[in-house]
């Protein structure tokens, strides 16, 4: 499921830096925010794909309000693109047993769209794209990978399932 934060609109018209602007005027429509039916579509095909069961909400929303999340749940003051929120109690894992969370959920994330369209924008794609990066990265680590320190697991894993979804270069690989 998507969900929309109201506060959206008035946080995410695309800063003004000059690589901004070139790019705003370049390819205006690469850069608006994708319909919630393309992205739920995408999320049931990458849950698939990463082999997770259960309800995925996924919250879009502003930098001000991830901050705040992030703030009150990993202790950390300041805004990020994504963050995931597991389940307690679910079986998100690939090998759990065949059926028994398809009515629980799974865990819940937060994408960050400003965040998101300035890393479109610096990565040279679509928003889209980049959120759906964002939301393949936050599925992963509701199935409990963490690139923080699992000595690269999460980054193969991200890297063969970002192949198969047609996806370009994931964060992780960014951040290297």
Partial sequence: MILLDPDLESDTAPRSTSATRVAVSASEKNLRLPSARTLARFLTQAQNTVRLR????????????????????????????????????????????????AEKIAGDLAISVPAALHQAIEQGHSLSTEIKILILHGLLHLTGH???SDAGQMARRERQLRAKLGLPQGLIERAE
């Avoid at 705040?68 to 929120?85: A, E, G, I």
């Avoid at 679910?90 to 090998?95: K, M, V, W």
């Fill in 146 to 148: 963490d690139h923080e």
């Fill in 54 to 101: 259960g309800q995925v909400t996924v919250l879009l929303t502003t930098d001000a309000a991830i901050r705040k999340l992030n703030h009150q749940f990993r202790h950390k003051d300041k805004p990020t693109d994504v963050l995931s929120f597991p389940a307690e109690g679910s079986f998100p894992a690939e090998g759990s047993m065949p059926g028994a969370a």
